[in-house]
């Protein structure tokens, strides 16, 4: 079975300061890989995705992944947070096979102070 | 834009109640999903559907049942409320089941 694992259960950064969050996975074949952010008092939405091509993908906000595929890993970067990034984060991994659903991580709370 | 609406943003239930939450989606999408959201968890899912009237068991089914009459609804049925099914109840729906989901603003239900 599928499994998505997040390092940080919360991370406090000050404003400026570079962002990387962890990602690992474990299913042996294809997958789609998906990045979600929960601002507060707000919907669930897509930071960013990986499906095949250029491992390093980049997505809304100045936010980007990494694919290592030997390293079954996806992690979340960004050179410089805002106050703005103050949100939960969720990594999430769907096998590219019929009959799955995308498995979520527990998630990581980021805290940014100005 | 895709909307993805749900009935209720808070829903306060007694213990043993029947409760039904609604979830509607304007975007003609096959694939339409229930998680629920609690701290520390993450998402966990508890039912999904590939096609109307067709549902499949998520990883915490237990205690829930879906109907999926009609292509744009899919509802979560608690046939009988209990205070550990308080949680955030979260919709989401996507056209392909590789595709990016949609996720509606959720449903807080309190089950007292």
């Known amino acids: 079975a599928q499994s998505v694992s997040q390092h940080n259960h919360h991370v406090i950064l000050s404003e400026a300061a570079s962002l990387e969050l962890g990602c690992n996975y474990s299913?042996?074949?294809?997958?789609?890989l998906f990045w979600y952010v929960q601002y507060p008092g707000q919907h669930l939405q897509l930071l960013l995705k990986?499906?095949?091509?250029?491992?390093l993908v980049k997505g809304i906000k100045g936010f980007e992944a990494e694919f290592i595929k030997s390293k079954f890993s996806f992690n979340l970067r960004k050179p410089s947070v805002q106050w703005s990034d103050t949100a939960e984060y969720f990594c999430?991994?769907?096998?590219?096979?019929?009959?799955?659903?995308?498995?979520f991580g527990k998630g990581t709370t980021l805290s940014v102070s100005s | 834009d895709v909307k993805v609406t749900q009935s209720s943003r808070y829903l306060v239930k007694r213990t043993g109640e029947k409760v039904f939450l609604e979830c509607v989606q304007d975007?003609?999408?096959?694939?339409m999903f229930w998680y629920r959201q609690d701290p520390g968890l993450g998402l966990r899912l508890i039912y999904f559907?590939?096609?109307?009237?067709?549902?499949e068991k998520g990883d915490i089914p237990e205690g829930y049942s879906v109907s999926r009459e009609k292509k744009e609804r899919f509802s979560l049925i608690l046939e009988s409320a209990s205070t550990n099914q308080t949680s955030m109840y979260l919709c989401?729906?996507?056209?392909?089941?590789?595709?990016?989901?949609?996720f509606g603003p959720g449903t807080r239900l309190t089950v007292l």
């Open positions: 989401a729906s996507t056209r392909e089941a590789t595709d990016t989901q949609y």
């Open positions: 299913y042996g074949g294809t997958v789609n």
């Open positions: 990986y499906f095949s091509g250029d491992p």
């Open positions: 999430a991994v769907k096998a590219n096979q019929a009959g799955t659903a995308l498995i």
């Open positions: 975007m003609d999408h096959e694939n």
């Open positions: 559907s590939y096609d109307v009237k067709m549902k």
